[in-house]
């Protein structure tokens, strides 16, 4: 008898397409592994595809979702870099190994899983081995399914294309999953951390986790809070997370020289901002499209080292996704996780 798992997919784009479906088990070819998923992360980029599908060519039927964490139950032949048993994450942009990324100038590379490829909404997945990484030895699955997106994106923007370290200040935007993230790494580094956020109870939570420096952005204006807080000076390195107009405030906010990652597009795909702090300042302004396997690989070796816990604000069994995509909706504190246990 065929062994049977569960999946998400969708034959048209908008969420009451998404239907939960009983498929056969898949098997690993050449060069590929098969993983037990033990748990899904969500991403705000994981709602956009769904309901818009961000003009990408999605394979039919498309299963949504980038991020996964599991273990591997069965190996092809000619894999080399895992054994069966081991517990790996996805890699968000799979051919994106080191160094400069794919594409050209008129057509940059946007191949990604839960868009181009596949995603790992399912009880099994099967992919080229060279598509994971090893999960850390100090995190639980639910913890490690986190990270491709979410986590790997704020290391990238703060370790790989800069060098946090004691005595940086950072700003983060909002309390999301890369916000928090953000926050996490440049304090386990030595940073002061500024944190906006419209809510006073979320700016206590992240002073909990650590944060300098708390800033209601409903209640003042929060470049003129870092003015004050900094003696004027700015803030070294702020990760972009609304996109639009806001990109202006955060060449306000900028330390001279400073460097600004635009990671967010809340607030709309095209942003915006005054000219003259942008060159009387002269900022690095950095697009962060998450990141390459070999930097998620030192991100791994990081949480270990350091103790970064991941901060899930909730979690979801895999037939509640619609649930959890409300949830997304109202803005999670941290990560929302899908549960891929086995059902009772």
């Given at each position: 008898m065929t062994k049977t798992m569960r999946r998400w997919s969708m034959s048209a784009i908008g969420r009451d397409n998404?239907?939960?479906?009983?498929?056969?088990?898949?098997?690993?070819?050449p060069g590929e592994i098969r993983v037990k998923v033990s748990a899904a992360s969500l991403n705000y980029r994981d709602k956009m595809v769904i309901e818009t599908g961000m003009g990408l060519t999605l394979p039919q039927p498309f299963t949504p979702v980038s991020d996964m964490a599991g273990v591997i139950d069965a190996i092809g032949p000619g894999v080399s870099r895992f054994t069966a048993g081991d517990r790996v994450m996805s890699t968000f942009k799979p051919d994106w190994i080191d160094g400069p990324d794919n594409g050209n100038a008129r057509t940059p590379a946007y191949q990604t899983t839960g868009g181009?490829?596949?995603g790992m909404l399912a009880d099994y997945v099967v992919f080229?081995?060279?598509?994971?990484?090893?999960?850390?030895?100090?995190?639980?699955?639910?913890?490690?399914?986190t990270l491709p997106v979410a986590g790997l994106t704020a290391w990238f923007a703060l370790k790989e294309r800069d060098d946090i370290k004691a005595g940086s200040t950072v700003l983060v935007q909002g309390t999301g999953g890369v916000a928090l993230f953000g926050l996490q790494i440049a304090k386990a580094y030595g940073a002061d951390v500024f944190v906006t956020s419209r809510s006073d109870e979320k700016l206590a939570r992240v002073k909990a986790l650590g944060a300098d420096h708390g800033i209601n952005s409903a209640g003042e204006d929060w470049v003129e809070a870092v003015y004050k807080l900094t003696g004027d000076r700015g803030v070294d390195?702020?990760?972009?997370?609304?996109?639009?107009?806001?990109?202006?405030h955060?060449?306000?906010a900028i330390a001279v020289h400073g460097r600004i990652s635009?990671?967010?597009?809340?607030?709309?795909?095209?942003?915006?901002?005054?000219?003259?702090?942008?060159?009387?300042?002269s900022p690095v302004i950095q697009g962060i499209s998450v990141g390459h396997r070999r930097s998620f690989e030192d991100f791994v070796r990081a949480i270990d080292d350091?103790?970064?816990?991941?901060?899930?604000?909730?979690r979801?069994?895999?037939?509640?996704?619609?649930?959890?995509?409300?949830?997304?909706?109202?803005?999670?504190?941290?990560?929302?996780v899908i549960d891929l246990s086995p059902a009772a």
């Open positions: 998404l239907k939960l479906e009983t498929v056969a088990i898949p098997e690993p070819g181009t490829y596949q080229p081995e060279d598509w994971f990484v090893c999960s850390p030895a100090t995190l639980d699955d639910a913890e490690a399914s390195h702020i990760l972009e997370i609304s996109g639009g107009a806001n990109l202006g955060s060449l306000r635009v990671i967010g597009v809340l607030e709309g795909f095209e942003v915006s901002g005054p000219v003259g702090p942008l060159l009387l300042k350091t103790g970064i816990k991941p901060v899930i604000d909730a979801y069994k895999l037939e509640d996704l619609q649930a959890a995509l409300d949830h997304l909706d109202r803005g999670p504190f941290g990560k929302i």
